[in-house]
């Protein structure tokens, strides 16, 4: 298979979150049938949805190159979630590593695992202000328009996601 550019988003709200994030991008580069071509800085955000009174997010959006068909991408997201003893008992709940498929090229793909380009990600802020970093002309196959400008009609709540600055 020729490979394909493929987005990803990943975000952590439990435990040493920098360090999940970080060490999930190293899995992603340890994979021969995935090159991470650039990620966005770290953004910290409230939680949305879910659980009420949930630790804050860190979230970041992944450029890759891949040869795995979607479902195998998937399969092997699935598998660095489990490293980190992932939990999926709570919808939208606390997690240590939540990593999501954003687009697969301009492909567009549901079935009762996985939907392309990921359903909602046009409404989240912190989906598609980093996103909106390594990818901004990027044009979503469904509504027909690119990132930055999903991200303007956001409007203002776009001021409310800060670059993390652990500092």
């Keep these: 298979m020729i490979p394909v550019t493929s987005y990803l988003a990943i975000g952590s709200n439990l435990g040493d979150r920098i360090v999940n994030i970080?060490?999930?991008?190293?899995?992603?580069?340890?994979?021969?049938?995935?090159?991470?071509?650039?990620?966005?800085?770290?953004?910290?955000?409230p939680a949305q949805g879910g659980p009420k009174k949930q630790p804050q997010y860190l979230n970041t959006a992944v450029k890759i190159k891949t040869s795995l068909f979607p479902l195998d991408l998937l399969n092997e997201l699935?598998?660095?979630?489990?490293?980190?003893?992932?939990?999926?008992?709570?919808?939208?709940?606390?997690?240590?590593?939540?990593?999501?498929?954003?687009?697969?090229?301009?492909?567009?793909?549901?079935?009762?695992?996985?939907?392309?380009?990921h359903p909602l990600m046009h409404k989240r802020i912190f989906v598609l202000k980093p996103m909106s970093e390594i990818a901004p002309h990027f044009i979503h196959p469904l509504y027909k328009k690119n990132i930055k400008d999903l991200l303007n009609e956001l409007g203002r709540d776009n001021e409310k996601i800060i670059p993390f600055d652990k500092g």
């Design 22 to 45: 970080k060490k999930s991008i190293r899995y992603l580069k340890s994979n021969q049938r995935i090159k991470v071509k650039s990620v966005s800085r770290i953004y910290e955000t």
């Design 78 to 117: 699935k598998i660095i979630e489990l490293e980190f003893k992932r939990s999926n008992s709570v919808r939208w709940g606390p997690r240590t590593i939540d990593l999501d498929i954003l687009f697969y090229d301009d492909l567009v793909f549901i079935n009762n695992r996985l939907s392309i380009p």
